[in-house]
């Protein structure tokens, strides 16, 4: 569910598949990230949960500059 007042726009929800096409790297490395630092999805959209890009983006960033 999103927050009261904040409108999201349909490029900014993805699902793990999606934000790991983006980045380049399996799905399930980021589920592996999703689950380590507790994110939380914005809610479902059929039978995926669907996460906000921004966030992800900047875990992908965190995760590529303390990987070695």
């Known amino acids: 569910m999103f927050p009261p007042g904040v409108i999201m726009q349909a ?6 598949s ?31 949960n669907r996460y906000d890009y921004q966030e992800l983006a900047e875990l992908e960033r965190d995760m590529r500059v303390h990987t070695p």
């Not at 490029?11 to 793990?16: A, K, L, M």
């Not at 380049?24 to 995926?48: D, E, F, M, Q």
């Open 11 to 16: 490029r900014d929800v993805v699902t793990p």
């Open 18 to 48: 999606e934000a790991a096409a983006v980045f380049g790297i399996p799905a399930a490395t980021v589920r592996s990230w999703i689950r380590r630092k507790n994110i939380r999805p914005l809610g479902k959209i059929g039978p995926y």
